[in-house]
Protein backbone atom coordinates (compact mmCIF):
# COMPACT_ATOMS: atom_id res chain seq x y z
CA UNK A 1 0.00 0.00 0.00
CA UNK A 2 1.55 3.82 -0.62
CA UNK A 3 2.41 6.15 1.59
CA UNK A 4 -0.36 8.46 1.67
CA UNK A 5 2.42 11.57 2.32
CA UNK A 6 4.19 10.58 -0.74
CA UNK A 7 1.09 10.97 -2.85
CA UNK A 8 1.42 13.83 -5.12
CA UNK A 9 -1.75 15.59 -6.51
CA UNK A 10 -2.12 16.77 -10.21
CA UNK A 11 -3.96 18.62 -12.24
CA UNK A 12 -6.33 16.70 -14.96
CA UNK A 13 -3.40 16.78 -17.71
CA UNK A 14 -1.07 15.54 -15.41
CA UNK A 15 0.88 18.53 -13.88
CA UNK A 16 0.99 18.99 -10.20
CA UNK A 17 -0.85 20.79 -8.43
CA UNK A 18 1.12 22.55 -6.41
CA UNK A 19 3.18 23.92 -9.83
CA UNK A 20 -0.25 24.59 -11.67
CA UNK A 21 -1.30 26.67 -8.88
CA UNK A 22 1.76 29.19 -9.03
CA UNK A 23 1.73 29.64 -12.96
CA UNK A 24 -2.09 30.35 -12.78
CA UNK A 25 -0.99 33.00 -9.80
CA UNK A 26 1.76 34.24 -11.73
CA UNK A 27 -0.96 34.70 -15.01
CA UNK A 28 -3.10 36.21 -13.11
CA UNK A 29 -0.61 38.95 -11.55
CA UNK A 30 0.61 39.73 -15.48
CA UNK A 31 -3.09 40.17 -16.44
CA UNK A 32 -3.39 42.63 -13.31
CA UNK A 33 -0.65 44.44 -14.05
CA UNK A 34 -1.62 44.58 -17.58
CA UNK A 35 -5.16 46.10 -16.73
CA UNK A 36 -3.55 48.56 -14.88
CA UNK A 37 -0.57 49.49 -17.05
CA UNK A 38 -2.32 52.14 -18.83
CA UNK A 39 -3.41 53.93 -15.36
CA UNK A 40 -0.06 53.80 -13.89
CA UNK A 41 1.60 54.97 -17.39
CA UNK A 42 -1.31 58.18 -17.25
CA UNK A 43 0.09 58.90 -13.42
CA UNK A 44 3.92 58.30 -14.67
CA UNK A 45 3.36 61.46 -17.41
CA UNK A 46 0.72 63.53 -15.81
CA UNK A 47 1.91 63.68 -11.80
CA UNK A 48 5.52 61.88 -11.84
CA UNK A 49 6.88 63.77 -14.29
CA UNK A 50 5.79 66.80 -13.90
CA UNK A 51 6.51 67.01 -9.97
CA UNK A 52 10.18 65.28 -11.41
CA UNK A 53 11.02 68.18 -13.46
CA UNK A 54 9.46 70.83 -11.13
CA UNK A 55 12.36 69.48 -8.16
CA UNK A 56 14.70 69.71 -10.81
CA UNK A 57 14.05 73.08 -11.64
CA UNK A 58 14.26 74.16 -7.98
CA UNK A 59 18.06 74.01 -8.18
CA UNK A 60 18.44 74.23 -12.00
CA UNK A 61 19.45 77.53 -13.34
CA UNK A 62 21.85 77.75 -16.28
CA UNK A 63 21.30 81.48 -17.35
CA UNK A 64 24.25 82.88 -15.77
CA UNK A 65 26.91 79.53 -16.67
CA UNK A 66 25.57 79.59 -20.02
CA UNK A 67 26.59 83.22 -20.98
CA UNK A 68 29.57 83.98 -18.88
CA UNK A 69 31.82 81.02 -19.76
CA UNK A 70 34.79 83.23 -19.23
CA UNK A 71 34.20 83.94 -15.97
CA UNK A 72 32.51 80.65 -14.66
CA UNK A 73 35.99 78.55 -15.41
CA UNK A 74 37.56 81.39 -13.69
CA UNK A 75 35.51 80.67 -10.44
CA UNK A 76 35.99 77.02 -10.96
CA UNK A 77 40.00 77.24 -10.89
CA UNK A 78 39.67 79.61 -8.13
CA UNK A 79 37.27 78.56 -5.26
CA UNK A 80 38.40 80.31 -2.26
CA UNK A 81 38.75 83.92 -3.91
CA UNK A 82 38.39 86.84 -1.38
CA UNK A 83 34.97 88.42 -3.47
CA UNK A 84 35.88 91.56 -0.99
CA UNK A 85 38.98 92.17 -3.15
CA UNK A 86 38.53 90.15 -6.91
CA UNK A 87 42.00 90.11 -8.46
CA UNK A 88 42.27 91.64 -12.06
CA UNK A 89 41.97 87.83 -13.94
CA UNK A 90 38.56 88.01 -12.64
CA UNK A 91 37.22 91.20 -13.92
CA UNK A 92 39.06 90.59 -17.43
CA UNK A 93 37.13 87.14 -17.53
CA UNK A 94 33.95 89.41 -16.74
CA UNK A 95 34.79 92.06 -19.20
CA UNK A 96 35.04 89.24 -22.07
CA UNK A 97 32.13 87.51 -20.99
CA UNK A 98 29.82 91.15 -20.89
CA UNK A 99 31.22 92.25 -24.30
CA UNK A 100 29.77 88.40 -25.37
CA UNK A 101 26.99 88.44 -23.94
CA UNK A 102 26.01 92.25 -25.97
CA UNK A 103 26.84 90.27 -29.20
CA UNK A 104 24.92 87.44 -28.06
CA UNK A 105 21.88 89.27 -26.68
CA UNK A 106 22.44 87.29 -23.64
CA UNK A 107 22.90 90.50 -21.16
CA UNK A 108 18.96 89.85 -19.89
CA UNK A 109 19.08 86.33 -19.05
CA UNK A 110 22.46 86.65 -16.95
CA UNK A 111 21.47 89.90 -15.19
CA UNK A 112 18.05 89.08 -14.86
CA UNK A 113 19.69 85.35 -13.42
CA UNK A 114 21.94 87.47 -10.51
CA UNK A 115 19.29 89.66 -9.54
CA UNK A 116 17.52 86.86 -8.07
CA UNK A 117 20.01 86.98 -5.35
CA UNK A 118 21.39 90.60 -5.76
CA UNK A 119 18.29 92.81 -6.73
CA UNK A 120 19.09 95.61 -9.21
CA UNK A 121 21.66 93.91 -11.45
CA UNK A 122 19.91 94.06 -14.84
CA UNK A 123 20.38 97.58 -15.31
CA UNK A 124 23.82 97.14 -14.07
CA UNK A 125 24.76 94.07 -16.71
CA UNK A 126 22.96 95.99 -19.24
CA UNK A 127 25.38 99.16 -18.98
CA UNK A 128 28.39 96.68 -18.38
CA UNK A 129 27.81 94.96 -21.71
CA UNK A 130 27.37 98.33 -23.48
CA UNK A 131 30.79 99.60 -22.30
CA UNK A 132 32.62 96.29 -22.34
CA UNK A 133 34.00 96.46 -25.80
CA UNK A 134 35.60 99.23 -25.75
CA UNK A 135 37.38 98.79 -22.02
CA UNK A 136 41.09 98.77 -21.86
CA UNK A 137 43.82 97.31 -19.13
CA UNK A 138 43.30 97.50 -15.81
CA UNK A 139 39.62 96.05 -16.32
CA UNK A 140 38.45 96.32 -12.70
CA UNK A 141 39.20 100.27 -12.68
CA UNK A 142 37.42 100.64 -15.43
CA UNK A 143 34.24 98.49 -14.38
CA UNK A 144 34.35 100.24 -11.23
CA UNK A 145 34.43 103.69 -12.44
CA UNK A 146 31.34 102.81 -14.93
CA UNK A 147 29.77 101.63 -11.72
CA UNK A 148 31.03 101.06 -8.28
CA UNK A 149 28.77 97.97 -8.30
CA UNK A 150 30.74 96.01 -10.19
CA UNK A 151 33.62 96.32 -6.88
CA UNK A 152 31.04 95.19 -4.15
CA UNK A 153 31.46 91.57 -2.46
CA UNK A 154 27.74 90.60 -2.49
CA UNK A 155 28.22 90.41 -6.30
CA UNK A 156 30.93 88.50 -6.71
CA UNK A 157 29.23 86.57 -3.48
CA UNK A 158 26.22 86.35 -5.99
CA UNK A 159 27.94 85.87 -9.27
CA UNK A 160 30.30 82.64 -7.82
CA UNK A 161 26.88 80.91 -6.43
CA UNK A 162 25.15 81.26 -9.98
CA UNK A 163 28.41 80.17 -11.97
CA UNK A 164 26.80 76.65 -10.98
CA UNK A 165 24.11 75.28 -12.70
CA UNK A 166 22.81 73.19 -9.48
CA UNK A 167 22.50 75.44 -6.37
CA UNK A 168 20.54 76.01 -3.67
CA UNK A 169 20.05 79.47 -3.81
CA UNK A 170 16.09 79.33 -4.39
CA UNK A 171 15.64 77.20 -1.25
CA UNK A 172 17.26 80.27 0.82
CA UNK A 173 15.69 82.84 -1.11
CA UNK A 174 12.38 80.98 0.06
CA UNK A 175 13.27 80.58 3.20
CA UNK A 176 13.54 84.82 3.67
CA UNK A 177 17.38 84.75 3.39
CA UNK A 178 19.53 87.21 1.80
CA UNK A 179 22.78 87.54 0.33
CA UNK A 180 24.71 89.93 1.58
CA UNK A 181 28.70 90.85 1.16
CA UNK A 182 29.36 88.45 4.26
CA UNK A 183 27.11 85.50 2.60
CA UNK A 184 23.61 84.16 3.30
CA UNK A 185 21.28 85.59 6.01
CA UNK A 186 18.05 85.93 7.57
CA UNK A 187 16.74 88.83 6.37
CA UNK A 188 15.02 91.31 8.22
CA UNK A 189 11.13 91.32 9.36
CA UNK A 190 9.69 93.77 6.53
CA UNK A 191 11.49 91.22 4.26
CA UNK A 192 10.06 87.73 5.56
CA UNK A 193 7.90 87.38 3.23
CA UNK A 194 7.56 83.52 2.23
CA UNK A 195 7.64 81.98 5.80
CA UNK A 196 5.14 84.58 6.87
CA UNK A 197 3.11 83.08 3.76
CA UNK A 198 3.94 79.34 4.74
CA UNK A 199 2.47 80.16 8.47
CA UNK A 200 -0.15 82.32 7.42
CA UNK A 201 -1.39 79.14 4.59
CA UNK A 202 -1.16 76.49 6.94
CA UNK A 203 -3.17 78.67 9.44
CA UNK A 204 -6.12 79.50 7.44
CA UNK A 205 -5.88 75.73 6.13
CA UNK A 206 -6.35 74.39 9.70
CA UNK A 207 -8.99 77.36 10.63
CA UNK A 208 -11.24 76.18 7.38
CA UNK A 209 -10.79 72.34 8.21
CA UNK A 210 -11.96 72.86 11.88
CA UNK A 211 -14.92 74.65 10.30
CA UNK A 212 -15.62 72.03 7.71
CA UNK A 213 -15.56 69.36 10.22
CA UNK A 214 -17.72 71.27 12.50
CA UNK A 215 -20.23 71.96 10.01
CA UNK A 216 -19.94 68.70 8.18
CA UNK A 217 -20.47 66.29 11.42
CA UNK A 218 -23.86 66.76 11.96
CA UNK A 219 -24.84 66.76 8.21
CA UNK A 220 -22.78 63.38 8.11
CA UNK A 221 -24.84 61.97 11.09
CA UNK A 222 -28.00 63.30 10.10
CA UNK A 223 -27.59 61.54 6.31
CA UNK A 224 -26.00 58.15 8.13
CA UNK A 225 -29.63 57.86 10.24
CA UNK A 226 -32.02 58.93 8.13
CA UNK A 227 -34.31 56.42 6.18
CA UNK A 228 -32.31 55.79 2.77
CA UNK A 229 -35.03 57.45 0.47
CA UNK A 230 -34.61 61.18 2.65
CA UNK A 231 -30.71 60.41 2.73
CA UNK A 232 -30.75 59.95 -0.78
CA UNK A 233 -32.33 63.32 -1.15
CA UNK A 234 -29.63 65.19 0.93
CA UNK A 235 -27.00 63.36 -0.64
CA UNK A 236 -27.44 64.79 -3.90
CA UNK A 237 -27.58 68.53 -2.18
CA UNK A 238 -24.51 67.72 -1.03
CA UNK A 239 -23.24 67.00 -4.58
CA UNK A 240 -24.23 69.61 -6.18
CA UNK A 241 -21.66 71.68 -5.59
CA UNK A 242 -19.73 69.13 -7.83
CA UNK A 243 -21.96 69.39 -10.33
CA UNK A 244 -21.39 73.63 -10.66
CA UNK A 245 -18.06 75.56 -11.56
CA UNK A 246 -15.63 76.49 -9.17
CA UNK A 247 -15.42 79.55 -10.99
CA UNK A 248 -19.21 79.83 -10.30
CA UNK A 249 -19.37 79.26 -6.70
CA UNK A 250 -16.55 81.82 -6.30
CA UNK A 251 -18.23 84.73 -7.70
CA UNK A 252 -21.00 83.93 -6.36
CA UNK A 253 -19.51 84.49 -2.83
CA UNK A 254 -18.23 87.24 -3.94
CA UNK A 255 -22.04 89.07 -5.27
CA UNK A 256 -23.41 87.83 -1.69
CA UNK A 257 -20.42 89.14 0.59
CA UNK A 258 -19.27 92.55 -1.26
CA UNK A 259 -20.28 95.42 1.07
CA UNK A 260 -23.00 96.20 -1.36
CA UNK A 261 -23.67 92.75 -1.80
CA UNK A 262 -27.00 90.72 -0.53
CA UNK A 263 -25.82 90.16 2.62
CA UNK A 264 -25.04 93.58 4.21
CA UNK A 265 -27.88 94.57 2.13
CA UNK A 266 -29.92 92.36 4.37
CA UNK A 267 -28.49 93.20 7.33
CA UNK A 268 -29.21 96.94 6.58
CA UNK A 269 -32.86 96.45 5.83
CA UNK A 270 -33.29 94.42 8.94
CA UNK A 271 -31.79 97.27 11.11
CA UNK A 272 -28.65 95.38 12.38
CA UNK A 273 -26.85 97.81 10.67
CA UNK A 274 -26.24 101.32 9.17
CA UNK A 275 -25.69 102.15 5.94
CA UNK A 276 -22.18 103.25 6.65
CA UNK A 277 -21.28 100.42 9.12
CA UNK A 278 -21.41 97.67 6.39
CA UNK A 279 -19.30 94.50 6.88
CA UNK A 280 -16.23 94.20 4.89
CA UNK A 281 -16.18 90.70 4.33
CA UNK A 282 -14.81 90.63 0.52
CA UNK A 283 -11.31 91.07 -0.17
CA UNK A 284 -9.79 89.89 3.05
CA UNK A 285 -9.15 86.91 4.85
CA UNK A 286 -12.96 86.30 5.84
CA UNK A 287 -13.37 86.39 2.23
CA UNK A 288 -11.62 83.88 1.50
CA UNK A 289 -12.42 81.66 4.74
CA UNK A 290 -15.76 81.57 4.00
CA UNK A 291 -15.40 80.80 0.11
CA UNK A 292 -13.32 78.04 0.70
CA UNK A 293 -15.12 76.41 3.75
CA UNK A 294 -17.95 76.31 1.07
CA UNK A 295 -16.12 74.55 -1.55
CA UNK A 296 -14.15 72.27 0.78
CA UNK A 297 -17.35 70.99 2.75
CA UNK A 298 -18.23 68.06 0.52
CA UNK A 299 -15.18 66.78 0.74
CA UNK A 300 -15.26 66.44 4.87
CA UNK A 301 -18.95 65.22 4.56
CA UNK A 302 -18.42 62.21 2.54
CA UNK A 303 -15.25 60.64 4.44
CA UNK A 304 -17.95 61.08 7.78
CA UNK A 305 -20.56 59.52 6.01
CA UNK A 306 -18.52 56.43 4.70
CA UNK A 307 -17.70 56.10 8.31
CA UNK A 308 -20.69 56.87 10.41
CA UNK A 309 -23.45 54.90 7.81
CA UNK A 310 -21.50 51.50 9.13
CA UNK A 311 -21.91 52.33 13.01
CA UNK A 312 -24.83 50.22 14.10
CA UNK A 313 -27.56 51.97 16.10
CA UNK A 314 -27.50 49.19 18.89
CA UNK A 315 -24.23 50.40 20.30
CA UNK A 316 -25.55 53.61 21.31
CA UNK A 317 -28.84 52.10 22.62
CA UNK A 318 -26.89 49.63 24.95
CA UNK A 319 -24.31 52.37 25.92
CA UNK A 320 -27.81 54.17 26.92
CA UNK A 321 -29.34 51.49 28.04
CA UNK A 322 -26.34 50.81 30.97
CA UNK A 323 -26.44 54.18 32.52
CA UNK A 324 -24.63 56.60 30.14
CA UNK A 325 -26.05 59.84 29.21
CA UNK A 326 -25.90 61.26 25.77
CA UNK A 327 -23.09 63.08 26.33
CA UNK A 328 -20.92 60.17 27.58
CA UNK A 329 -22.10 57.65 24.43
CA UNK A 330 -21.28 60.01 22.31
CA UNK A 331 -17.74 60.81 23.70
CA UNK A 332 -17.26 57.12 24.60
CA UNK A 333 -18.92 55.26 22.14
CA UNK A 334 -19.77 57.12 19.12
CA UNK A 335 -16.76 59.52 18.61
CA UNK A 336 -13.85 57.08 18.36
CA UNK A 337 -15.42 55.22 15.96
CA UNK A 338 -15.97 58.44 13.51
CA UNK A 339 -12.13 58.67 14.28
CA UNK A 340 -10.95 57.13 10.31
CA UNK A 341 -13.27 59.73 8.80
CA UNK A 342 -12.56 62.59 11.21
CA UNK A 343 -9.03 61.82 9.65
CA UNK A 344 -9.42 60.97 6.22
CA UNK A 345 -11.81 64.20 5.80
CA UNK A 346 -9.58 66.92 7.51
CA UNK A 347 -6.43 65.52 5.72
CA UNK A 348 -8.36 65.68 2.21
CA UNK A 349 -9.38 69.30 3.43
CA UNK A 350 -6.63 70.48 4.95
CA UNK A 351 -4.23 69.36 1.64
CA UNK A 352 -6.54 70.97 -0.55
CA UNK A 353 -7.20 74.32 1.61
CA UNK A 354 -3.43 74.30 0.85
CA UNK A 355 -3.30 74.10 -2.82
CA UNK A 356 -5.81 76.09 -3.24
CA UNK A 357 -5.34 79.54 -5.18
CA UNK A 358 -7.97 80.37 -7.40
CA UNK A 359 -10.60 81.03 -4.52
CA UNK A 360 -8.01 83.47 -2.37
CA UNK A 361 -7.15 84.81 -6.11
CA UNK A 362 -10.74 86.31 -6.62
CA UNK A 363 -11.96 86.56 -3.08
CA UNK A 364 -8.95 87.66 -0.94
CA UNK A 365 -7.51 90.42 -2.73
CA UNK A 366 -4.02 91.49 -1.42
CA UNK A 367 -4.92 90.24 2.48
CA UNK A 368 -6.39 86.99 1.31
CA UNK A 369 -3.64 85.72 -0.36
CA UNK A 370 -1.62 82.63 0.32
CA UNK A 371 1.26 80.89 -0.39
CA UNK A 372 0.03 79.09 -3.70
CA UNK A 373 -0.64 82.08 -5.08
CA UNK A 374 3.37 83.55 -4.95
CA UNK A 375 4.04 80.01 -6.54
CA UNK A 376 1.43 81.49 -9.48
CA UNK A 377 3.02 84.99 -9.46
CA UNK A 378 6.61 83.36 -9.53
CA UNK A 379 5.85 80.65 -12.30
CA UNK A 380 3.83 82.74 -14.81
CA UNK A 381 5.84 86.21 -14.56
CA UNK A 382 9.16 86.19 -12.10
CA UNK A 383 11.03 83.39 -11.38
CA UNK A 384 10.35 79.64 -12.56
CA UNK A 385 12.73 77.94 -10.02
CA UNK A 386 11.65 80.30 -7.34
CA UNK A 387 8.43 79.22 -7.68
CA UNK A 388 9.42 75.50 -8.13
CA UNK A 389 11.49 75.73 -4.87
CA UNK A 390 8.39 76.99 -2.82
CA UNK A 391 6.31 74.43 -4.14
CA UNK A 392 9.01 71.79 -3.07
CA UNK A 393 8.87 73.27 0.03
CA UNK A 394 5.13 73.26 0.14
CA UNK A 395 5.04 69.57 -1.31
CA UNK A 396 7.53 68.08 1.49
CA UNK A 397 5.11 69.90 4.27
CA UNK A 398 2.62 68.03 2.65
CA UNK A 399 4.37 64.61 2.42
CA UNK A 400 4.96 65.25 6.23
CA UNK A 401 1.84 65.61 7.67
CA UNK A 402 0.78 62.30 5.77
CA UNK A 403 3.50 60.71 7.26
CA UNK A 404 2.41 62.25 10.62
CA UNK A 405 -1.34 60.72 9.44
CA UNK A 406 0.56 57.49 9.00
CA UNK A 407 1.83 57.05 12.25
CA UNK A 408 -1.12 58.67 14.12
CA UNK A 409 -3.77 56.87 12.31
CA UNK A 410 -2.62 54.60 9.65
CA UNK A 411 -2.90 54.89 6.65
CA UNK A 412 -4.62 51.45 6.23
CA UNK A 413 -7.70 52.90 7.75
CA UNK A 414 -8.13 55.50 5.80
CA UNK A 415 -11.87 56.61 4.73
CA UNK A 416 -12.74 58.21 2.03
CA UNK A 417 -16.06 57.13 0.82
Same mark, same amino acid.
Not at 22 to 33: E, G, I, P, Q, S
Not at 34 to 43: A, N, T, Y
Not at 87 to 95: Q, Y
Given at each position: ???????????? @? $?????????? /?????????????????????????????????????????????????? !? =?????? =?? +?????????? /????????? &????? %? $???????? #????? %???????????????????????????????? +??????? &?????? #?????????????????? !????????????????????????????????? =?????????????????????????????????????? /??????????????????????????????????????????????????????????????????????????? =?????? +???????????????????????????????????????????????? !?????????????????? #? !????????? @??????
Amino acid at each position: MADASSTVLTTA @D $GRPLKAALAT /ALVRAKRRAFLLVLPLLLFVLLTFLVPIGYMLKRSFEHDGFTASAPALVE !W =FAAHPD =FD +PANPPEEAFA /ALTQDLARM &QVEKT %T $GIAGTRIN #YSVPG %TISLFKKGAREAKDMTPPYREALVALDAAWGT +PVLWRGM &QSAAST #YTPEFYYVASDMKLTDSG !WQRGGDKERIYLYLFGKTFLVSGIITVLCLLLA =FPVSHLLATLPMRKSSLLMILVLLPFWTSLLVRTTTWI /ALLQEQGVVNDLLVNLGLLSDNGRLRMMYNMTGTIVAMTHVLLPFMILPLYSVMRVIPPSYARAARSLGATSWTT =FRRVYL +PQTLPGIAAGSLLVFILAVGYYITPALVGGADGQLISNLISFHMSKSN !WSLAAAIAAMLLAAILLL #Y !WLYDRLIGI @DRLKLG
